[in-house]
């Protein structure tokens, strides 16, 4: 299993960014799919779910009208896309799948939201 995450980067409160995240090794399609953050000195959030066929979708309070999730089963891709960003959503983020009971992360990529 592979997950490689990319699209982070420097970006001014208020812009956009989208993120995506290669998944590679596995049946893509029969997965659901997340993505976390994790802040400096905090834990590992959820930011947001997707089931597997796409028809299903979570997040966490604090992205709710702000972020979306989708997923490309075609392209074995999940993206996450980033509207109206803030300083606190500064984090490394994630990809995750959950396959045959094993955690399984991306490398993370770097999302800063500075003026």
């Known amino acids: 299993v592979q997950l490689v995450e990319s699209g982070g980067g420097l970006v001014q409160p208020g812009g956009s960014l989208r993120l995506s995240c290669a998944a590679s090794?596995?049946?893509?399609?029969?997965?659901?799919m997340s993505w976390y953050r994790q802040a400096p000195g905090k834990v590992r959030e959820l930011v947001a779910g997707i089931s597997s066929a796409g028809g299903s979708t979570n997040y966490a309070d604090s992205v709710k009208g702000r972020f979306t999730i989708s997923r490309d089963n075609a392209k074995n891709t999940v993206y996450l896309q980033m509207n109206s960003l803030k300083p606190e959503d500064t984090a490394v983020y994630y990809c995750?799948?959950?396959?045959?009971?094993?955690?399984?992360w991306g490398q993370g990529t770097q999302v800063t939201v500075s003026s």
């Open positions: 090794g596995f049946t893509f399609s029969s997965y659901a």
């Open positions: 995750h799948a959950y396959i045959r009971r094993t955690d399984y």
